[in-house]
Protein backbone atom coordinates (compact mmCIF):
# COMPACT_ATOMS: atom_id res chain seq x y z
CA UNK A 1 0.00 0.00 0.00
CA UNK A 2 0.77 3.62 -0.11
CA UNK A 3 1.19 5.99 2.74
CA UNK A 4 0.52 9.95 2.37
CA UNK A 5 1.90 12.00 5.65
CA UNK A 6 1.62 15.70 5.45
CA UNK A 7 3.38 18.49 7.60
CA UNK A 8 3.72 22.18 7.69
CA UNK A 9 0.21 23.45 8.96
CA UNK A 10 -0.56 25.81 11.35
CA UNK A 11 -1.52 29.40 12.67
CA UNK A 12 -0.66 32.42 10.69
CA UNK A 13 -1.10 36.02 9.99
CA UNK A 14 -2.89 37.38 7.21
CA UNK A 15 -0.12 38.08 4.93
CA UNK A 16 2.13 35.27 5.75
CA UNK A 17 4.12 32.28 4.60
CA UNK A 18 3.20 28.46 5.27
CA UNK A 19 4.99 25.52 3.64
CA UNK A 20 3.11 22.58 3.29
CA UNK A 21 4.78 18.48 2.67
CA UNK A 22 3.45 15.59 1.62
CA UNK A 23 5.80 12.51 1.58
CA UNK A 24 4.66 9.25 -0.19
CA UNK A 25 5.90 6.08 1.29
CA UNK A 26 5.48 2.34 0.40
CA UNK A 27 7.10 -0.43 -1.86
CA UNK A 28 6.25 -1.32 -5.62
CA UNK A 29 4.46 2.09 -6.65
CA UNK A 30 4.66 5.13 -8.97
CA UNK A 31 2.99 8.29 -8.70
CA UNK A 32 1.79 10.22 -11.47
CA UNK A 33 -0.31 13.07 -9.95
CA UNK A 34 0.06 14.86 -6.77
CA UNK A 35 -2.28 17.70 -5.18
CA UNK A 36 -3.26 19.42 -2.78
CA UNK A 37 -7.28 20.23 -1.96
CA UNK A 38 -8.79 22.18 1.28
CA UNK A 39 -11.82 21.97 3.11
CA UNK A 40 -13.10 24.41 5.11
CA UNK A 41 -16.18 24.05 7.50
CA UNK A 42 -19.31 23.90 5.81
CA UNK A 43 -17.94 23.76 2.49
CA UNK A 44 -17.15 21.01 -0.07
CA UNK A 45 -13.37 20.19 -0.67
CA UNK A 46 -11.44 21.85 -3.55
CA UNK A 47 -8.45 21.22 -5.69
CA UNK A 48 -6.14 24.00 -4.22
CA UNK A 49 -3.15 22.57 -6.81
CA UNK A 50 -2.02 19.73 -8.66
CA UNK A 51 1.35 18.81 -10.31
CA UNK A 52 2.23 15.86 -12.89
CA UNK A 53 5.03 13.34 -12.73
CA UNK A 54 6.67 15.46 -15.61
CA UNK A 55 6.30 19.36 -13.70
CA UNK A 56 3.02 20.08 -15.25
CA UNK A 57 0.64 22.67 -12.91
CA UNK A 58 -3.07 23.55 -12.21
CA UNK A 59 -4.14 25.74 -10.04
CA UNK A 60 -7.26 27.20 -8.79
CA UNK A 61 -8.38 30.65 -9.62
CA UNK A 62 -8.70 31.73 -5.77
CA UNK A 63 -4.79 30.78 -5.18
CA UNK A 64 -3.23 31.40 -8.56
CA UNK A 65 -0.09 33.79 -7.77
CA UNK A 66 0.22 33.51 -4.31
CA UNK A 67 0.68 29.62 -3.97
CA UNK A 68 3.05 27.21 -5.50
CA UNK A 69 3.05 23.91 -6.08
CA UNK A 70 6.45 21.75 -6.90
CA UNK A 71 7.44 18.12 -6.12
CA UNK A 72 10.88 16.00 -5.51
CA UNK A 73 10.17 13.23 -7.54
CA UNK A 74 13.08 11.38 -5.89
CA UNK A 75 11.75 11.95 -2.78
CA UNK A 76 7.91 10.90 -3.14
CA UNK A 77 7.25 14.89 -2.08
CA UNK A 78 5.15 17.33 -2.61
CA UNK A 79 5.44 20.74 -1.49
CA UNK A 80 2.87 23.48 -1.36
CA UNK A 81 4.48 27.12 -0.65
CA UNK A 82 1.50 29.72 0.75
CA UNK A 83 2.16 32.62 0.45
CA UNK A 84 0.01 36.45 1.13
CA UNK A 85 -2.01 34.03 2.77
CA UNK A 86 -5.76 35.49 3.84
CA UNK A 87 -8.34 34.12 5.96
CA UNK A 88 -10.14 32.37 3.57
CA UNK A 89 -7.72 30.05 3.16
CA UNK A 90 -8.24 28.88 6.25
CA UNK A 91 -9.01 24.85 5.97
CA UNK A 92 -8.04 21.42 6.79
CA UNK A 93 -5.87 20.55 3.56
CA UNK A 94 -5.35 17.00 2.16
CA UNK A 95 -2.61 16.09 -0.07
CA UNK A 96 -3.51 13.37 -3.38
CA UNK A 97 -1.57 10.99 -5.00
CA UNK A 98 -2.69 9.13 -7.77
CA UNK A 99 -0.18 6.19 -9.57
CA UNK A 100 -0.02 2.72 -9.70
CA UNK A 101 0.75 0.33 -6.58
CA UNK A 102 1.94 -3.30 -7.46
CA UNK A 103 -0.17 -3.74 -10.96
CA UNK A 104 -3.46 -1.82 -9.91
CA UNK A 105 -4.35 2.02 -9.64
CA UNK A 106 -4.29 3.83 -6.51
CA UNK A 107 -5.91 7.29 -5.42
CA UNK A 108 -4.90 7.81 -1.73
CA UNK A 109 -5.37 10.56 0.73
CA UNK A 110 -3.59 12.16 3.38
CA UNK A 111 -4.83 12.69 6.68
CA UNK A 112 -5.01 16.36 6.43
CA UNK A 113 -3.31 19.08 7.89
CA UNK A 114 -5.12 22.31 9.56
CA UNK A 115 -4.03 26.14 8.11
CA UNK A 116 -5.82 28.36 10.53
CA UNK A 117 -5.37 32.80 8.70
CA UNK A 118 -6.04 35.22 11.63
CA UNK A 119 -6.73 38.47 10.21
Known amino acids: QVQLVESGGGLVQAGGSLRLSCTAS????????MGWYRQAPGKQRELVAS???????TYADSVKGRFTISRDNAKNTAYLQMNSLKPEDTAVYYC?????????????WGQGTQVTVSS
Open 96 to 108: NAQGIWTIYDYDH
Open 26 to 33: GSSFSINA
Open 51 to 57: ITSRGGT
